[in-house]
């Protein structure tokens, strides 16, 4: 079943695309949890990380190495970001389209503090 992000990679639905290639594209997130809220989604259906075999490895890196590129280009890798990939319901997944998000722009916090 295509998800929304489907309907994004097909040019179905608008999305502010900030990077494509062959293998995947990213856009700005429509709900940002941080200044700078980037999701980055293989062109490949796979439905959540859990679901990738060992042959989807590559797409999977570039999809972490896209998301470094593009923070080192917009100039904010020095200070930092955060990249998360959710999985399944109770990991957070909302849409069934493996995606890496972006989050940066802004101190992020550490996992565990309140």
Do not use: W
Not at 31 to 47: G, S
Not at 51 to 64: C, D, F
């Amino acid at each position: 079943m295509p998800t929304t992000f489907h309907k994004i990679i097909r040019r179905e639905i608008p999305a502010e695309i900030v990077h494509e290639d062959e293998h995947l594209i990213a856009f700005r997130d429509i709900a940002p949890q941080a200044p700078v809220h980037v999701l980055f989604v293989p062109k490949e259906t796979i439905p959540t990380l859990d679901a990738a075999t060992p042959s989807q490895a590559e797409v999977i890196g570039r999809l972490a190495l896209a998301a470094a590129d593009y923070a080192r280009r917009e100039g904010f890798a020095a200070d930092g970001y955060r990249i998360v990939m959710n999985c399944n319901d109770h990991g957070g997944q909302t849409v069934y389209q493996m995606h890496l998000h972006l989050l940066a722009g802004a101190p992020l916090g550490r996992f565990g503090t309140p």
